[in-house]
């Protein structure tokens, strides 16, 4: 069917009001919980072929992280979608003040290569809860995945109300008038300069752990991974040391492409080759690159100055600069001047006052005190960026925020009483005497300081 009928049809369903019944959003969201776990081993055989992505990451951060949202969403729906009662002044009280979230219409999806099923399907739980009718479009990288997803895709959910598309530039660009684009809800250009600043105050060894897997995971391709480790010089040699020892203890003393995974495709390989070979820095673990199998090893490069090319972008690979910082002010300035506006930020350090002080000291989307990537586990965490990482969120309430419209209703008394105070506003009114009522009784006084 073309684009254009499809729109057509989802948008009549919309008019329809269908999808607003709250029973009937719940049914369709237990419908895509059984589509991920009645073909989680489909799911996970195309995420590998797609991107080499290990079967325990498949699990962990595709497949359950969708399927536990979904019930979460069951679990909290309701409440999320009562009416918000407004705390306002006097005398508007009386008016009934609400907040209602009603669906903003046809939404379209742009879905992510990256994590095929988590990043595409997450936002679109949000446009099912929400009540709106919406449009999928997988990411053309991972084709094993969309092509899963477009398959299975009428077979558990309403089709007037709910399609999958696999498609170029048309695809993309319909619905034009009444589409939002959640995914990217963040940028590219700066989303994933992520910083993970390691203080004297940390424990040192867990944090070198916790990074070097964080920065390997899925090959480096995720978002909020950390980009680069500012390390306080009291404690660079210990951490570096410990990275040593980890990278032999994950790989057996050599990583190979089944346990890391795969770059996406050959653009992507290139682009991080030309950075690797870009840097001015000392690899001291790893550096081996296959473009046949797109296989880049862990790779952590130390020496590193603020102008090199790994620290000019995103690597979105298994690359990660090490960095030393005189102290922890000078760390903050580093991460400032490296990672400006970064999607996530994570502070080592058993000093919680300290950790806690540079993460409101560095504007960023997200952050994890002494972890990686941990802000994202829990469920209603909302997910986004911000400033040049991006805007928006999604996940759990966000979600239902993100797409819903907030609209504010009141109902104003019909009683004499009430009548007669709103005289004021009619034009028969006398205007000297409206307005010394006005200054007397409307004006709300200063509070106390």
Sequence with gaps: MEIDSIVAELRQTFDSGKTRPIAWRKEQLRNLYNLIIDNRDR????????????AVQVEVFETLCVANEIVHFLQNLDDWLKDEVVQTMPPFENWSPIIRKQPKG?????????????????PFIGVIAAGNTGI?????????????LVELFPKYLDTTSYRCVIGGREAAEAPPQTSIRPH?????????????????????RLAAKRILWGKAAAA??????PNVAIVHEAVYDEFVGALKDYYTEFYKGKAELPSVGHIVNAAQFSRVQSLFSSTKGKVILGGELNSTTRFIEPTI????????ALLQAEVFGPILPVIKAKDIEHAQTLAREITPEALGLYVF??????ANKVI???PNGSASINDVMGQIAPTSMPFGGFGSSGFGAYRGKASIDTFSHKQSIVTVPTVPEFENMLEWRYPYADQEKTVEFIRANMLAPLPPQ
């Excluded at 799911?43 to 290990?54: R, S």
């Excluded at 990217?184 to 040192?204: C, E, M, T, Y």
């Excluded at 480096?220 to 991974?225: E, I, Y």
């Design 43 to 54: 799911f996970t055989e195309a995420i590998f072929k797609d991107v080499g992505k290990p």
């Design 106 to 122: 046809l939404v379209l999806v742009l879905g992510t290569w990256n994590y095929p099923l988590t990043l595409t399907l997450l």
């Design 136 to 148: 999928l479009r997988p990411s053309e990288f991972a084709p094993a995945t969309a092509d899963l």
């Design 184 to 204: 990217p809800l963040h940028g590219r250009s700066q989303s994933g300069r992520n910083a993970a600043i390691v203080s004297d105050k940390a424990n040192v």
């Design 220 to 225: 480096g391709q995720t978002c909020f991974a």
């Design 301 to 308: 490069i130390t020496d590193v100055n603020l102008d090199d």
């Design 349 to 354: 350090s058993e000093d919680l006052d300290e």
């Design 360 to 362: 409101n000291a560095l």
